[in-house]
């Protein structure tokens, strides 16, 4: 996807988010995120959006040494569907008014802004998602969304540590896991090395593979799906698949 399309959806999700919670009660529980309610779930969204935006426009180029942005938290519960709604229209703002080829800090590969798009994309889209669940609402993704997800999670995944340390545990004598998309072309080989591990771009061989179709692929990296899960298909080396669940979702 390109990055235009990365705006254009994290206003749509947004969008979708904002709709799904603005009528229910703050207080409902998220089972996909223990110990949340949908008021934690929505605070956290926007102050995330928030959190982006202000690196963004100040296009850091190097690690922030502090966390300081204003939240204008609001004082009611149930402004805060509104509240996150307006998070998203200053990032959409703030993406317009900057060049998001331009070389940037980030904690992922992709040194340039545009990686704080695509990350806050996939960040409003999984809680969007845990939201709707929440409401007992059909959680839909767009499959090539999805996809572009899941390329997004395994790309990162080994720059992550800094908030998902127990991805240091995700070490193996090269052993390969295949994630395969099963309702369109995708296909992602992560490979396991002693010293750490990442996609691997060759055509090489699997010791376990997870096929489903891109949306649940994608709810599976984040732990919202269990591989049990029906249309969820796995193989080979189950060791190694409770290594990679047990130590990769964040």
Not at 28 to 45: N, Q
Not at 63 to 86: G, I
Not at 191 to 217: E, I, K, N
Request: charged letters at 25%; proline letters at 5%; hydrophobic letters at 50%.
């Amino acid at each position: 996807m390109h990055q235009n399309e990365h705006v254009a959806a994290v206003s749509a999700e947004t969008a979708r988010f904002v709709a799904a919670v603005r009528s229910a009660d703050p207080a409902t529980s998220v089972p996909t995120c223990p110990g949340w309610t949908l008021i934690d779930l929505v605070r956290h969204a926007g102050s995330v959006q928030r959190w982006f935006t202000a690196l963004l426009l100040q296009r850091i180029q190097q690690p922030p040494t502090e966390r300081r942005v204003e939240l204008k938290l609001p004082e009611q519960a149930e402004d805060y569907p509104a509240w996150l709604a307006e998070a998203a229209a200053e990032a959409d703002t703030a993406f317009a008014a900057i060049d998001l080829d331009a070389p940037m800090w980030a904690w992922g590969v992709d040194q340039h802004a545009r990686f704080w798009v695509r990350r806050m994309l996939f960040e409003t889209l999984v809680h969007r998602v845990d939201g709707e669940l929440a409401l007992g609402l059909q959680a839909d993704i767009d499959p090539a969304l999805a996809a572009d997800g899941v390329d997004e999670f395994l790309t990162n995944l080994p720059n992550a540590a800094s908030f998902a340390p127990r991805t240091a545990e995700l070490r193996a004598e090269h052993r390969a896991i295949r994630f395969t998309r099963t309702d369109g072309d995708g296909d992602w080989l992560v490979r396991l090395r002693p010293d750490g591990f990442g996609l691997d771009t060759s055509d090489g061989a699997a010791a376990a593979t997870v096929a489903a179709t891109a949306a649940d692929l994608l709810l599976l990296l984040y732990g919202r799906l269990d591989r049990s899960a029906q249309g969820v298909t796995v193989s080979g080396d189950g060791e190694l698949l409770d290594l990679w669940f047990a130590n990769s979702a964040f």
